[in-house]
């Protein structure tokens, strides 16, 4: 009795069941319907955004990314190695200014190709107008002649003003991420605007036959495909293999794929594809 008659002193639990509450007022934190239903959304995404870059986004950023042309709006430095620049991040302006010292390669205004494109696990590296590799010219090489004397083949250098190429070294400080073309060309566009410049790789596609064309979007290889219309379907392969076939003509495996996996080996003649093989 002397319990229940001194139910609200301390350290006594309430013998009366508390009133329930309304589910709003057991919530005060929580955001409203329409902005809680944005936060999931936007951390879906953000938990996307952390996975790695898979095989099929590489092949759509080489299609639509690799071959375009693009304007300038920020000086890009001639250097040999590239100019690496954080994703994300601001331009580290004494970085660009020390880097532009020793010559630009292409100035605001200019208009340029990517002309390559590599992947590394946590960086893309971006090739400009060539990139800063010097290429081996076979032709300044030939002498035409008889006995130890030959005469060199004269090659002209190309008259006109030559554009130098580039290189811009993307750097996402961890695995590169699975991006789309238009995220890639975001994150060039502290140096690169891709807008109203004309797409080399959807002009290209829209001239070849219309089962080429299907072929590519669905990321196939089709007998009678050229080196490019490979590439543009399936990316650069992972190995390349050249052999002889029983009649002595010189062929060309591209391999995607590592056994016991599915690969798939295309085989060249030539230029052209004559055989496609899938094992899985």
Known sequence: MLLLACFDLPNVYPLRPEPVKPLQATLPAMASPPDLFLA????????????PL????????IRYVDGEYARVVQSIP??????????????????????????????PGDHVQITNMEFRQKEIVIDINGGTKKRFDWRRHIQIGMGP????????????????????????????????????KHDLAPFLDFAGERSSAVNWVDTLPPQFQQ???????LVGMDH???????????????????NGRETEDWIYG???????????????????KTYS
Do not use: C, W
């Open 40 to 51: 999931i959304v936007q951390a879906t995404m953000g938990n996307k955004k952390k996975q």
């Open 54 to 61: 898979e095989p099929q986004s590489r092949i759509a950023l």
């Open 78 to 107: 001639a250097l040999k190695h590239g100019f690496r620049y954080k994703v994300g991040q601001a331009i580290n302006a004494n970085a660009l200014r020390q880097a532009l010292m020793r010559g630009a390669a292409a100035n």
């Open 149 to 184: 004397m030959g005469t060199p083949v004269n090659n002209p250098e190309p008259s006109g003003p030559t554009q130098m190429g580039a290189v811009l070294v993307l750097d996402y400080g961890r695995d590169v991420p699975d991006l789309t073309p238009g995220e890639l």
């Open 215 to 221: 072929a590519i979007k669905d990321h196939k290889a």
């Open 228 to 246: 490019d219309m490979v590439l543009a379907a399936m990316g650069r392969p992972d190995k390349k293999v050249r052999e002889f076939d029983e």
């Open 258 to 276: 590592h056994p016991p996996a599915k690969t798939v080996f295309v085989t060249f003649s030539g230029a052209k594809v004559i055989h496609i």
